[in-house]
């Protein structure tokens, strides 16, 4: 009997199920449904605010063979691949322990290629406050002039850590911290607790 962590099980799979950042999800699902994505964003916020997630599925949507008003379907073989992890064209990256050039040259070199898959190849590179300033630099001209067919995601808790230049290149999506009302909810409806318990985790949690 294999076993599941409690934040994959959970984890959101359309911007409909991102919970408390709904100024966020509106603006990603009327850019996707008017084919307006930027070529490269900088979420930032604390951690447990959904950065990561929302770019998941801002991964998913444009690549999503049927859009559900700016939503991916989870239903066609592209979104299906996504959701097992079997999808070639996403490409993920911790800057917190892959943080030097070569890292980011391998990016360069490969970005190139067109996608495998799906319509965009997604590079999604988590805590890249971390980035050495070396590597910052390298990465600034793909930043600025990506391939048609890419997008770059960013992630990173604040603007410490990240040259001006990397964020003038980005558009700049700011994630608050979940609110004691949103944790308790969805943890009501989602994993029946009582109140009382859903209160109590969520007055714990942080804003996570």
């Known amino acids: 009997m294999t076993t599941q962590v409690y934040y994959r ?5 359309s911007f409909s199920q991102v919970v408390g950042q709904d ?5 990603l699902r009327q850019s996707t449904m008017q084919g307006r994505v930027s070529h490269s964003y900088l979420f930032c916020g604390p951690r ?9 599925v801002l991964a998913k949507a444009v690549n999503c063979l049927d859009l559900q ?14 959701n097992e992890g079997r999808f070639m064209d996403i490409i993920e990256l911790d800057a917190a ?17 067109s996608p495998v898959q ?13 980035l050495t300033d070396a590597a910052s630099n390298a990465f600034l001209k793909t930043l600025e002039e990506p391939p048609d067919r890419s997008v770059i995601i960013l992630t990173a808790p604040n603007l410490e850590g990240l040259l001006p230049t ?14 004691k009302q ?12 009582e109140e009382d318990r859903s209160d109590w985790i969520a007055r714990a949690s942080g804003g996570s």
């Open 9 to 13: 099980k959970w984890r959101p799979l």
């Open 23 to 27: 100024h966020v999800t509106t603006t």
């Open 48 to 56: 447990g605010s959904g950065k990561t997630t929302t770019a998941r």
């Open 69 to 82: 008003e700016g939503d991916p379907c989870n239903a066609c073989d592209i979104c299906q691949s996504i």
């Open 97 to 113: 322990s892959n943080r030097g050039i070569d890292e980011i040259r391998d990016i360069r070199e490969k970005v190139n290629f």
């Open 118 to 130: 799906g319509k965009r190849k997604v590079y999604i590179i988590d805590e890249a406050h971390m």
């Open 166 to 179: 990397i964020v003038s290149r980005c558009q700049f999506v700011k994630f608050p911290a979940l609110s």
């Open 182 to 193: 949103d944790i308790s909810k969805v943890l009501q409806e989602r994993m029946e607790l």
